[in-house]
């Protein structure tokens, strides 16, 4: 029963390096988001997605790209890394919209940018 | 300007002790406030959520209230459990699109 699950865990980059994150769910939700979470402020959203093929920008979108190209997994990429880009990122996936039902997190990922 | 404020912004209990958690928000038209706990280094876990016509939800030793007229909400913990040091945060949606917005969170220590 693995819920969300993303990877990787840990990832250190140097200004400038790109990576991709992944987001995989199985239960089958349509939903998916990418947000990431900041010291002392509230998780804040990045893109998310209401269906395979679909994307949308969330509340900080710049900097970030993301694919959805099955169901299943939400990809999200960063091009050239920034240190404003250091932070710890959460998936969540849903069944219906955000505003009606609740959402399940993976456990995240802990980027730095040096 | 839709915000969602937690009080305090920590707290020590011992346990088995009680204590009660604040949440202001301003965020409108609502559509429902939920609770969630975050453990260190993992993902939120959702602990309640209420609609408008809600008042009252109980998880547990968990129990969330909710006053849509004075826009407030509390999160009571019963006998506190070691378990219970995390943060939590509560979480205000909009109706319509996808206006949700996350409030800093509570971070809760619970000492033997």
């Known amino acids: 029963n693995a819920g969300v699950t993303q990877t990787p865990k840990f990832r250190v980059l140097k200004t400038g390096q790109s990576m991709t994150l992944l987001c995989a769910q199985d239960m089958n939700h349509e939903y998916m988001y990418w947000y990431r979470q900041d010291p002392g402020m509230g998780l804040r959203l990045i893109h998310y997605?209401?269906?395979?093929?679909?994307?949308a920008k969330g509340e900080v979108p710049d900097g970030y790209n993301v694919s959805r190209l099955k169901k299943q997994n939400f990809l999200l990429g960063l091009e050239s890394a920034a240190p404003s880009q250091t932070s710890v990122y959460f998936c969540?996936?849903?069944?219906?919209?955000?505003?009606?039902?609740?959402?399940?997190f993976g456990a995240g990922t802990r980027l730095s940018v040096l | 300007k839709n915000q969602v404020e937690q009080s305090p912004q920590s707290l020590i209990i011992l346990e088995g002790k009680n204590c009660t958690l604040q949440c202001n928000y301003t965020v409108s038209p609502f559509s429902n406030l939920r609770w969630y706990k975050q453990d260190t280094g993992r993902g939120p876990v959702s602990l309640t959520i209420m609609t408008f016509s809600e008042n009252t939800k109980s998880n547990g030793r968990y129990t969330a209230t909710l006053d849509a007229d004075t826009k407030q909400s509390s999160l009571h913990i019963t006998a506190s459990q070691l378990s219970d040091s995390a943060s939590y945060i509560c979480v205000v949606s909009a109706t319509g699109g996808f206006k949700t917005i996350f409030g800093a969170g509570t971070r809760l220590f619970v000492k033997a």
């Open positions: 969540a996936s849903s069944d219906t919209s955000l505003a009606k039902n609740i959402q399940y």
């Open positions: 997605s209401v269906g395979e093929g679909t994307t």
